[in-house]
């Protein structure tokens, strides 16, 4: 039964009165799943506060649910944890801010909504880890910036490098050497009382991190074309400010996530597009077809070749009517197919694609709702078991054609698991769905509004534990069945 006061406990129609019992209970994992529910009323929030455990409070208050007046004074945390919730006054941020521990100085330091002052308080504390953490920081004011790239410690400087207000003046000085004067601490020794014999590892990392910055001077990335830290040169191959040059040498980079970061680079010229294009990496041939600014013919020449991914495509999203009208007309099958998954997509071409022959099209067209729910029938004629996920996905699919999916022996587990959730289901076609061999669809009907209730109370009971907590997360389980579980569990 434990498992059912779990699915309780996550159920949205769980009553304020049940709620209050399954609290009282003490079952630590039930505690734990109450605070995890969305949308907490201050009622429930102070009476999971009344447990007084720690761990159970800490998550509440960081999470921004506890006002400051109502976290309780013996709470261990109530500093730290009001401060990272939001919840605490500007006071408290100060105070945190000369806390003893200097882990906790470091959160305060990388708290995204610090104030600026208490930034630039720790901007100045003697651990190079929390100094590192205020360089970083978007509100640390940035006339300190300058200062703290000439910290001894690279750590701090590879943080200053990192901080998106950084100027290109001086992300062009970290860049070049990892600034001056030259550092006498690394992330090795920063907190050593000897220094490390050589920091150019550290260094190294100070001007790798410049060299990700966006507003990095392009003309300082020279050096690092041919770097061998792939994470930075996949990073900055993605400006759409980089010289003519230094794009058709990252295209013919060693590596292929770099050439693919290129590929997909709508700075890049047609012609060296058409030459990523013939790319022996098929995910650098993929992703010239995610350019935003590949030509359409060119677009539809690598459909013809490549197994594309099935999604809407950046070009084809910004497609006029006429060049959506060109694909979905296309003789390459995946061309129409691309023109399927355009996120808005007329109601004509939806229709019209809908009589494709091709399955790949019948599979993206069927679960878009701009097409008439009485075309789905038509569908599922023509092309049989392969589309019955993608018409499940429909949010008009008729109930009968659902049963009448769901009965197919042909039919596959993920089109049954589109079906156990779909909003339309009925009872019967749930039923088949809870016969299916497939645990997650069976979970999925257990948990539908529209399971008789028999059914419902019998699955509570079942001896698969996660079917029983499926079901007691029912919303349609009324108030006295819940009463009836949690008193039977809790004797």
């Given at each position: 039964m434990r498992e059912a006061l779990l699915g309780l406990a996550e159920n949205p129609a769980l009553p304020a009165g049940l709620f209050a019992r399954l609290v009282a209970s003490g079952d630590e994992e039930v505690l734990f799943t109450l605070a995890d529910r969305e949308r907490l009323t201050p009622p429930q929030i102070r009476l999971l506060l009344t447990v007084g455990n720690p761990s159970l409070t800490c998550p509440l208050v960081r999470g921004g649910l506890v006002p400051w007046p109502e976290i309780p004074p013996d709470h261990p945390g109530r500093l730290?944890?009001?401060?990272?919730?939001?919840v605490a006054p500007v006071a408290a941020w100060r105070k945190a801010a000369t806390d003893a521990d200097p882990e906790v100085r470091q959160e305060v330091a990388y708290a995204l909504d610090a104030p600026a002052d208490v930034i630039a308080s720790l901007a100045h504390d003697p651990d190079p880890?929390?100094?590192?953490?205020?360089?970083?920081?978007?509100?640390?004011?940035?006339?300190?910036?300058?200062h703290l790239a000439r910290h001894p410690s690279t750590?701090?400087?590879?943080?200053?490098?990192?901080?998106?207000?950084?100027?290109?003046s001086l992300l062009a000085a970290l860049l070049a050497d990892g600034g001056w004067p030259a550092p006498t601490r690394c992330g090795a020794c920063h907190r050593r009382e000897t220094e490390c014999a050589d920091h150019t590892p550290g260094i190294r990392r100070v001007r790798l991190a410049a060299a990700g910055h966006p507003a990095v001077p392009p003309e300082g990335l020279a050096d690092f074309l041919d770097a061998p830290e792939i994470w930075t040169v996949t990073t900055f191959a993605?400006?759409?400010?980089?010289?003519a040059d230094f794009l058709n040498r990252l295209a013919a980079h060693p590596s292929c996530d770099v050439r693919a970061v290129i590929a997909a680079n709508p700075a890049v010229p047609e012609a060296l597009l058409r030459t990523l294009a013939a790319d022996p990496a098929p995910e650098v041939r993929r992703?010239?077809?995610?350019?935003?600014?590949?030509?359409l013919g060119l677009l539809t020449t690598l459909a013809a070749r490549e197994r594309l991914p099935g999604?809407?495509?950046?070009?084809?999203?910004?497609?006029?009517?006429?060049?959506?009208?060109?694909?979905?007309t296309s003789r390459v099958a995946q061309a129409r197919a691309l023109a399927a998954d355009r996120t808005r997509l007329p109601g004509h071409l939806a229709e019209q694609l809908a009589t494709d022959p091709d399955i790949a099209v019948a599979q993206r067209i069927a679960a878009r709702p701009e097409l008439a729910p009485e075309r789905l029938t038509e569908l599922v004629e023509r092309h049989g078991p392969p589309v019955f996920a993608a018409v499940a996905r429909h949010p008009g699919c008729p109930a009968a054609l659902l049963h009448r999916m769901a009965a197919n022996p042909a039919g596959t587990s993920r089109a049954l698991r589109e079906i156990a959730r779909h909003p339309?289901?009925?009872?019967e076609t749930l039923l088949l769905c809870l016969a299916a061999r497939d645990s997650d669809t069976r979970r999925r009907a257990a948990a539908h509004p529209a399971l008789a209730l028999p059914v419902l109370e019998t699955l509570i009971d079942a001896a698969d534990s996660s079917l029983a907590r499926a079901a007691a997360n029912n919303p349609a389980l009324p108030e006295t069945v819940m009463e009836r579980v949690i008193t039977r569990a809790l004797r």
């Open positions: 730290l944890d009001a401060v990272l919730g939001g880890a929390v100094v590192a953490g205020a360089a970083g920081s978007p509100h640390l004011p940035p006339e300190l910036l300058p750590v701090v400087r590879q943080a200053v490098a990192g901080n998106e207000n950084a100027p290109p993605a400006r759409t400010d980089l010289p992703a010239t077809a995610e350019n935003p600014a590949v030509p999604e809407p495509a950046p070009r084809v999203e910004s497609a006029t009517e006429l060049e959506l009208r060109t694909l979905a339309a289901a009925r009872s």
